[in-house]
DNA sequence: TTAAATTCCTGTAAGC
DNA sequence: TGCTTACAGGAATTTA
């Protein structure tokens, strides 16, 4: 499933075929994948629109935009930024692709862009969502949460992860997957960077000291930023903006290999729920 | 306020 | 072989 690094792939694969590029129109097959604002408004609001930039915020993929002919000579104006906000849930697919490319099944919007290709958003369990609107209009509707800080951020600091889970007495697992703690981390790598800081999952995170913390922060940005080398994890249906799969599935240390021998001691791992999730670790290596 | 449980959804695989 | 059932999980919502 798309977390953090399979979301950056698709921004970094899409922001120079994208920026600059208008929507001449969109066309939605499943309208309540978009929940704000009504579809309707979705779609005339998006047509017309050039794409300013693009980026990521946790697994977030924002696309700014302004109307490709500007009202005025003072255009744009500020602070009412228009954003296009697309998350892909578990099996959500954005492709770029010419208009010859037979329809995917489950494809719920296309935009149409001037140069005669479409960008798909494609997703058969239908837990991702678009939504349009100004940063402040999507917190304030609470149709966007209030993300934690990002992870790979070189600002982000391991004292901020102490203080983050000193106040938590949940487990944790539990912790690293809250998006409103630390944004962008899910079920793949919140085992990956648990088992590369030898730390239990069930862990009570206010227990954890000063030194372990540093250890996770260390561990959490590496895990990611592997992963982001290799164009993520295509353990599900992830694939990147040209349907390409990623190669760090091949790669990882816990996760979906419950019974299997751990690498570092040979024990078969071991897998428990947490937070409603499955979660894999070594009991011999995380104390 | 926080944490846990529930819900949404369909493709896949296991089991009979 | 073909059917039924369990399972996968991000995040909003509900319950405790």
């Known amino acids: 499933m798309p977390e953090l690094p399979e979301v950056e792939t ?11 590029r208008t929507i001449v129109r969109c066309e939605l097959a499943f309208p309540t994948i978009v929940r704000h604002p009504e579809p309707e408004e979705f779609v005339d609001a998006v047509a017309g629109m050039r794409i300013e930039s693009m980026g990521r915020r946790g697994k977030y993929i924002l696309a700014r935009l302004a109307p490709s002919r500007p009202f ?9 930024e228009l954003l296009l ?16 490319t037979p329809l995917a099944k489950h494809t719920h919007a296309v935009f149409f862009l001037e140069d005669g290709r479409q960008l798909r958003y494609r997703d058969p369990r239908r837990f ?9 209009a999507l917190l304030s509707a609470r149709k966007m949460p209030r993300l934690g800080p990002e992870p790979i951020d070189p600002d982000f600091a391991a004292e901020q992860l102490y203080r983050q889970l000193r106040r938590r007495r949940a487990p944790l697992k539990a912790v690293l997957l809250d998006q409103k ?10 085992d990956e960077s648990l088992h590369r800081a030898r730390l239990r999952p069930t ?6 000291s000063r030194q ?24 599900d249906t992830y694939r990147d903006a040209w349907g390409e799969v990623g190669g760090q599935q091949e790669k990882l240390l816990v996760y979906g290999r419950a019974g299997e021998p751990c690498f570092t001691c040979g024990r078969p791992l071991s897998s428990v729920r947490i937070a409603g999730r499955t979660t894999v670790f070594c009991r011999r290596c995380q104390r």
């Open 212 to 235: 372990s913390a540093r250890r996770l922060h260390e561990s959490l940005r590496e895990s990611l930023e592997v992963a982001i080398a290799n164009r993520g994890s295509s353990v």
């Open 203 to 208: 862990r009570v995170a206010s227990t954890v």
């Open 181 to 190: 703690a630390i944004a962008g981390v899910g079920n793949i790598y919140a």
């Open 128 to 136: 991702g969502r678009l939504l349009v609107g100004t940063q402040e």
């Open 85 to 100: 906000v697309v998350h892909l849930g578990m099996t959500g697919q954005l492709r770029l692709v010419d208009e010859v």
């Open 10 to 20: 698709i921004v970094a694969d899409l922001r120079p075929h994208l920026v600059g």
């Open 72 to 80: 005025g000579p003072d255009f744009p104006t500020s602070g009412e």
